[in-house]
T-cell receptor, first 116, second 114 residues
Framework: ETGVTQTPRHLVMGMTNKKSLKCEQHLGHNAMYWYKQSAKKPLELMFVYNFKEQTENNSVPSRFSPECPNSSHLFLHLHTLQPEDSALYLC???????????????FGPGTRLTVL | GENVEQHPSTLSVQEGDSAVIKCTYSDSASNYFPWYKQELGKRPQLIIDIRSNVGEKKDQRIAVTLNKTAKHFSLHITETQPEDSAVYFCAAKMTGGGADGLTFGKGTHLIIQP
């Protein structure tokens, strides 16, 4: 349960605020992911990082800005969000594609974001 | 890109009965299919997964079947118990490519009636 941690667990922000979500993994993985979970919608992949390099941006608006300073840490910087951005933001980690890949992704507990 | 459809959205079964959740996928290149269980207020947790080189995998009361030709896979839970109540998500992805994020279904809310 503590392999992937996220802070804060809850965040309320106004549309003009700037905030950051943090994710940390202690599993020795080299791939990290951001997903968005909204009510009545599937989990949506936002960003993928393999070995600190962004390998996928799933058409995410520029008001969401990811940062991966090393393989253990992932951030999601938020700026001028909209109320419809309110959701649970989940971080996950896993092994990148390769001979030793297990494909399994392990999720953090998420940050419940409310945009007023 | 990949599209995953999941049915039903809600499933209510009597305790002790079996539950089946079905998913279809669109991209024939997908070759990894995990199932996640998410209890209220908690993170999604992997319960079982299957790769395209096998047709069935079982782990105690949980099994997953895969039909590559029809591009569908199913989760089977036998002898259901109250603690099986949760939302279950299927997912698909292609391994070995540059992008390896999961594409999820919308989820099935499984309710176990005592």
């Amino acid at each position: 349960e503590t392999g992937v941690t996220q802070t804060p667990r809850h965040l309320v922000m106004g549309m003009t605020n700037k905030k950051s979500l943090k994710c940390e993994q202690h599993l020795g993985h080299n791939a990290m992911y951001w997903y968005k979970q909204s009510a009545k919608k599937p989990l949506e992949l936002m960003f993928v990082y393999n070995f600190k390099e962004q390998t996928e941006n799933n058409s995410v608006p520029s008001r969401f800005s990811p940062e991966c300073p090393n393989s253990s840490h992932l951030f999601l910087h938020l700026h001028t969000l909209q109320p419809e951005d309110s959701a649970l933001y989940l971080c996950a980690s896993g092994h990148p594609p390769g001979l030793e890949s297990t494909d399994t992704q392990y999720f953090g507990p998420g940050t419940r974001l409310t945009v007023l | 890109g990949e599209n995953v459809e999941q049915h039903p959205s809600t499933l209510s079964v009597q305790e002790g009965d079996s539950a089946v959740i079905k998913c279809t996928y669109s991209d024939s290149a997908s070759n990894y299919f995990p199932w996640y269980k998410q209890e209220l207020g908690k993170r999604p947790q992997l319960i079982i997964d299957i790769r395209s080189n096998v047709g069935e995998k079982k782990d105690q009361r949980i099994a997953v079947t895969l039909n590559k030709t029809a591009k569908h896979f199913s989760l089977h839970i036998t002898e259901t118990q109250p603690e099986d109540s949760a939302v279950y998500f299927c997912a698909a992805k292609m391994t070995g490519g540059g992008a390896d994020g999961l594409t999820f279904g919308k989820g099935t809310h499984l309710i176990i009636q005592p």
